[in-house]
């Protein structure tokens, strides 16, 4: 069996493990058993005949006295590309919008208020080529690009909430090209923006030929559904990235993706669970899928020879709950649409019983990190 033929870890599982062993590592992985969210057979339908894969799980909360639940249904869409990388730039932006098009509007018959999508949707992963031509003609404006009025149009004809990461062009600033999520309200209102914070120099992941480190913070949007943040994929690497969007007061952080199995299968399943546990809050880790193909060779800078992808994209896009709970994932191979309907009381009642915010000694760390960032710095280190 090949690194990227099998569906899903959870189907391994399942064909390997007897059932009552199998209770038990799945409460290991996954924390405590997700109750099935029941969603409408004309959506299983659509999902079936429309080849993707569909799930959907509940993460509850317990009941409170002075609060009512907060339950929102968010919806990750994971996605390969519909045609080949040397399509004219147009009709493959097109036949992208069409497809995910098509997934939301089964994410709309699920009931879904937000909806997240992969990193940089719209187009090949191609940063790896290192070629300007023709992948920064896919860049758009943030504001009023042809992908914004896309999803403004989705946002409104469904009342969803659209997390839309995009290669921008920041015409106000010399066409700077920035990886960005847009964040669309329910209403149909760019909400703003958010930028990568993190730029990986990693092998075929050497996107600062593109784009360098966002300059737009640690944003938090506060939306009708409740207070999300974007992490955009190698920001999941870096737990004060999550930490600080946690500080801002986000209840679910996505982390839209898009990375390959060599380089980042086994940290995946962990990152984002570690990252719901920590700070407090869920998250939603977005990955998309297949493997691309690129006319023009390319190297990694590590000797190896010259080659046309650089690995399979294997999604697995999943949710994580602050009690460290998580939803099985989507498939490794094919498109797939992930509901979940979470309470989001659940975050203020895992950190009353945790405490990792209040216990936390944020002036501390503040202290020392800021001798540690100083050119003299001497590490607090006793030697006999």
């Known amino acids: 069996m090949s ?40 959506a299983r339908d659509a999902a079936e005949e429309q080849d993707f894969d569909l799930k959907g799980y509940v993460f509850e909360a317990s009941p409170e006295q002075l609060r009512p639940p907060r339950t929102v249904r968010v919806g990750l869409i994971q996605n390969k590309i519909v045609l080949p990388t040397d399509a004219p730039v147009l009709e493959q932006i097109t036949a992208l919008h069409k497809r995910v098009g098509e997934m939301v509007a089964v994410a709309a018959m699920c009931g879904v208020n937000i909806v997240c999508f992969q990193e940089a949707w ?49 015409e106000i600033h010399g066409g700077t090209l920035w990886n960005t999520a847009v964040v669309v309200s329910n209403n149909g209102n760019v909400l703003g923006k958010s930028r990568k914070n ?20 640690h944003t938090v949007f506060q939306t009708q559904f409740g207070k999300i943040a974007v992490n955009i994929c190698y920001g999941r690497h870096h737990p004060l990235n999550w930490l600080m ?9 996505f982390n839209p993706s898009a990375t390959v199995g060599l380089l980042s299968e ?9 990252a719901a546990i920590a700070n407090h809050c869920f998250t939603c880790a977005i990955n998309r899928v297949g493997t ?3 006319k023009n060779e390319f190297t990694s800078g590590d000797g190896k020879k010259a080659h046309h992808d650089f690995g399979h994209f294997y999604g697995s ?23 979940t309907e979470m309470d989001l009381n659940l975050n203020r009642q895992v950190a009353d019983k945790w405490n990792f915010k209040m216990t936390g000694r944020y002036e501390m760390y503040a202290e020392e990190l800021k001798k540690a960032i100083q050119h003299d710095f001497k590490p607090n280190i006793v030697k006999e």
């Open 122 to 170: 719209t187009m090949p992963f191609a940063f790896c080529t290192r070629e300007r031509e023709p992948w920064t003609e896919f860049a758009e404006s943030a504001e009023d690009g042809l992908t914004t009025r896309f999803c403004i149009q989705l946002a409104k004809k469904y009342n969803m909430v659209v997390v839309s990461p995009i290669l921008e062009r920041d």
């Open 317 to 339: 896009s999943y949710v994580a709950a602050p009690d460290g709970s998580r939803s099985p994932g989507l498939s490794r191979t094919r498109d797939g649409l992930l509901v």
């Open 198 to 217: 993190h730029i990986p120099r990693v092998g075929d992941f050497n996107e600062s030929t593109y784009y360098m480190e966002g300059n737009t913070g």
């Open 3 to 42: 690194g990227k033929d099998f569906e899903s870890l959870e189907k391994l599982l399942e064909s390997c493990v007897p059932e009552a062993e199998l209770r038990e590592v799945r409460r290991l992985l996954f924390g405590k058993q997700l109750k099935d969210l029941n969603l409408p057979q004309s």
């Open 266 to 274: 086994p940290m995946w399943p962990i990152e984002a669970r570690n």
């Open 245 to 253: 969007y946690s500080i801002h007061g986000a209840e679910i952080i």
């Open 292 to 294: 691309e193909y690129f």
